[in-house]
């Protein structure tokens, strides 16, 4: 999710055909269906400029002071699921005994309803195996809560995928992560390709139209994003693209998936050729520091101001991709449920106060990327004011070579039959001037723009 | 702002019934059920003036009694503008 037309340098396009400038702009949109997000993805438009005297301050530094309800907020209904992508960043496979019940997570859509919360990313785990989920998905319409939800396709036959035709409330996000059967299943496990073309086949014939084809960039499918974009095309879906975060078995798999550094500089130029046609959940915002222009949306980090994550068990965490007991706000179980949590807790004000830069206040491109991800930096054992892991100027090579060991989540939910981590979870010494750290070091992650997908979105996607 | 603005201020408006409008320290989010997009309005006026777009027989009479000044008027004219292309506001039968 972002929205932020001021970041905006003149002469950057937009959504394809609106031109912002830096003057001010007293409405403006953002596409979110994404999601994502973000995610969630957000394309500013139809901004519209006016004098100065109206301006109350840039966009992206209100979005900074938070809002009165977040914009995207990520719900992961549950942690069970049947595949376990080697990038999970919620590290899920089992479920939890703690779960909310159905009726818990009523309560919470009420809260929602009562605080304008437009819509909820729903993910997981693999929401759709909740025996409740389509009653739970029904009770958030009914309560004027849109739902998009991500899904590796194992429930939507084509009953499920008629329903969801039918429904404005609801829109779908199918995860895919290789173009190739090989590519995708070597991430997300044996079958996961064939069950996502199996869904996106039922839901194009049922006549969903617009449903999100969501991947997480790697190195091994950023060759492939044409093909990507084939098959959405293929079945009249939109393309999302997010980043990979080194959050929960992220952690493990980053150092082998992350992309490259020139894979970056080609994602970006991707993005500027096509951001009008995909959506990104806001997450690559890191790139916009490569000086071509900013990328469509907002380009801030949202954790905790526009965006966060309710968990299974209720607890609310600054972002998706932030599932630690740093970034954990409160529970939904407490007093005042959720909505006391967003307004009052201790960490969401601090994330709310304005960033000072730190150690990137110096660079010139400070004000496009602004630090990058928190959950990156944080699981790959780098300070929050300092730059983003994958800091395109260069900045976060030289930090990760005299990186502290990087946090580990005590969240995981992993199947107790997933291949072991392949490196031990002991600290291990960092050798000044390594490139990366040591797989081990990464843990988890958060949120980026908004959009979270379930998966690896950023923000409202 | 390469769009031309095509906003007839004359004719009367009203926010889409699909539309959900959040008030905010800054002004509103606006969010569209049906496009699934997001809107925003940036201060109190433009926030006052697209919530009475219904009770005025027209878009230049919303924004007159909310205090939009002449001098003023092209650049919420913009803002309208804007938020009828993105579906948030359509035109009714004047009342």
């Excluded at chain 1, 992508?85 to 009726?103: A, F, I, W």
């Excluded at chain 1, 939800?149 to 499920?160: M, R, Y």
């Excluded at chain 1, 990507?228 to 150092?255: C, H, M, V, Y």
């Excluded at chain 1, 630090?371 to 100027?393: H, I, N, R, S, W």
């Amino acid at each position: 999710m972002t929205l932020a037309p001021d970041m905006a340098p003149p002469g950057t396009v937009l959504s394809g055909s609106t031109v912002l400038s830096k003057s001010t702009v007293l409405s403006g949109s953002t596409v979110l269906s994404k999601s994502t997000v973000l995610s969630g993805s957000t394309v500013l438009s139809g901004s519209t400029a006016a004098g100065s005297s109206a301006n109350p301050g840039k966009l992206t530094d209100l979005f900074q002071l938070g809002l009165d309800a977040p914009i995207c907020l990520t719900w992961e209904l549950t942690y069970a699921c049947n595949l376990s992508c080697v990038h999970c960043l919620s590290s899920s496979g089992r479920r939890d005994p703690r779960e909310l019940s159905t009726g818990e997570c009523k309560a919470v859509i009420d809260t929602l309803e009562r605080m304008q919360v437009f819509y909820v990313n729903i993910g997981g785990g693999e929401p759709t195996v909740r025996p409740d989920f389509w009653e739970l998905v029904d009770y958030a319409a009914e309560h004027h809560v849109g739902v998009k939800f991500s899904t590796n396709g194992v429930k939507l036959d084509a009953k499920a995928a008629a329903k969801l035709a039918a429904s404005d409330y609801v829109d779908v996000q199918i995860s895919l992560d290789g173009a190739t059967r090989e590519v995708n299943d070597a991430v997300r496990g044996p079958g996961s390709y064939d069950t996502a073309m199996r869904a996106m086949r039922n839901l194009a014939d049922a006549g969903f139209k617009g449903f999100k084809l969501s991947v997480v960039m790697t190195r091994h499918n950023i060759p492939q994003i044409d093909q990507f974009k084939e098959i959405a095309d293929r079945f009249g879906a939109q393309l999302r693209l997010t980043r990979l975060r080194p959050s929960g078995r992220g952690a493990d798999s980053w150092d082998e998936l992350h992309p490259r550094p020139e894979q970056q500089r080609e994602l970006y130029d991707w993005l500027v050729a096509h951001g009008d046609q995909v959506l990104t959940g806001d997450s690559f915002f890191h790139l916009s520091a490569f000086g071509g222009g900013a990328l469509p949306g907002l380009n801030l980090c949202g954790a905790g101001r526009v965006v966060c994550l309710i968990d299974p068990v209720g607890d609310v965490y600054a972002c998706p991709f932030a599932i630690h007991e740093n970034f954990l706000a409160g529970n939904v179980r407490e007093a005042g449920g959720f909505e006391s949590v967003w307004k009052t807790s201790t960490l969401f004000s601090d994330l709310r106060k304005p960033d000072t830069g730190g150690a990137c206040k110096s660079c010139g491109f400070y004000d496009s990327c602004r630090g990058g991800c928190m959950a990156a930096k944080f699981f790959t054992g780098l300070p929050m004011d300092g730059p983003d892991p994958e800091c395109v100027q260069g900045y976060g090579e030289a930090a990760l070579a005299s990186a502290v060991i990087a946090p580990r989540s005590s969240v995981d939910h992993s199947h107790r039959t997933s291949p072991a981590p392949r490196t031990p979870l002991e600290p291990v010494p960092v050798t000044i001037g390594r490139r990366r750290p040591p797989a081990h070091d990464c843990d988890e992650s958060p949120l980026a723009g908004f959009a979270a997908g379930a998966e690896q979105g950023c923000g409202c996607g | 702002m390469a769009a031309a603005v095509s906003f007839d201020l004359e004719r009367a408006w009203r926010v889409d019934p699909r539309v959900s409008m959040r008030p905010e320290p800054f002004g509103a989010l606006l969010y569209h059920f049906g496009t699934r997009r997001l809107s925003f309005l940036k201060n109190q006026t433009v926030l006052a003036v697209v919530r009475s777009l219904a009770d005025h027989p027209s878009a230049r009479s919303a924004c007159l009694a909310s205090g939009v000044t002449d001098a003023e008027l092209p650049a919420y004219t913009r803002a309208l503008a804007a938020l009828a292309d993105s579906k948030m506001i359509t035109e009714r039968m004047p009342s």
